[in-house]
């Protein structure tokens, strides 16, 4: 089955740019989903489809896709960022499709 | 747009439970729909997910041949039925909508999502 690799932490200080990093076999292929959730709330949607950001979602969250990384990048961070954030995809073709990252909790210094 | 799960609670090794997901404020029909839990401290999993007419059900291969969803369009809900539950199953399972309908072997991204209803598996 299709395994998604994530960092378990990633740490930044206020006004820096965050990277967090979503490993897998080709990934550039297909379509990757990024999900904000924050202690004791439900997920949250912050891009979709590599890079599309929903509505609501602020400018500084984007993402990219390519090869066998794909990567969702905040700039500006600020304290309200702190959370867990979890990459996605849709292994087409598998029997098992749905595929979540480990998660990576990203600590705003 | 809502999504509010029940049926959620304790249940014993073995039992069984049926979790329901009632949504509002969009047109069900038009949807995919799926589950996704998350175990105590554990990250995000992809339980099962459904199309909108229900001609395409998909299961993570830890939940086969144990758990069966299902949709009643008429009554803009989607369940999930738990059955030979294990400790292992404990989690808080989620409702999550997709962004549209299943198509051509794709499913789009988990648009909205409900709060959650805690499943204790525990003797």
């Known amino acids: 089955s299709y395994v998604l690799t994530q960092p378990p932490s990633v740490s930044v200080a206020p006004g820096k740019t965050a990277r967090i990093t979503c490993g897998g076999n080709?990934?550039?292929?297909?379509?990757v989903h990024w999900y904000q959730q924050k202690s004791g709330q439900a997920p949250v949607l912050v891009v979709y489809d590599d890079s599309d950001r929903p509505s609501g979602i602020p400018e500084r969250f984007s993402g990219s896709n390519s090869g066998n990384m794909a990567t969702l990048t905040i700039t500006r961070v600020e304290a309200g960022d702190e959370a867990d954030y979890s990459c996605?995809?849709?292994?087409?073709?598998?029997?098992?499709?749905?595929?979540f990252g480990g998660g990576t909790k990203l600590t705003v210094l | 747009v809502q999504l509010v799960e029940s049926g959620g609670g304790p249940v014993k090794p073995g039992g069984s439970l049926r979790l329901s997901c009632a949504v509002s404020?969009?047109?069900?029909?038009?949807?995919?729909m799926n589950w996704v839990r998350q175990a105590p401290g554990k990250g995000l999993e992809w339980v099962s997910s459904?199309?909108?007419?229900?001609?395409?059900?998909y299961y993570a291969d830890s939940v086969m041949g144990r758990f069966t969803i299902s949709r009643d369009n008429a009554k803009n809900s989607i369940y999930l039925q738990m059955n030979s539950l294990s400790a292992a199953d404990t989690a808080v399972y989620y409702c999550?909508?997709?962004?549209?309908?299943?198509?051509?072997?794709?499913?789009?991204?988990?648009?909205?999502w409900g709060q959650g209803s805690l499943v204790t598996v525990s003797s």
């Open positions: 080709n990934i550039g292929s297909k379509s």
């Open positions: 404020g969009f047109s069900f029909f038009g949807y995919s």
């Open positions: 999550a909508r997709s962004g549209g309908d299943y198509d051509r072997g794709a499913m789009p991204e988990f648009d909205f």
């Open positions: 459904i199309s909108s007419d229900s001609a395409y059900i």
């Open positions: 996605q995809v849709w292994d087409s073709g598998s029997d098992h499709p749905g595929v």
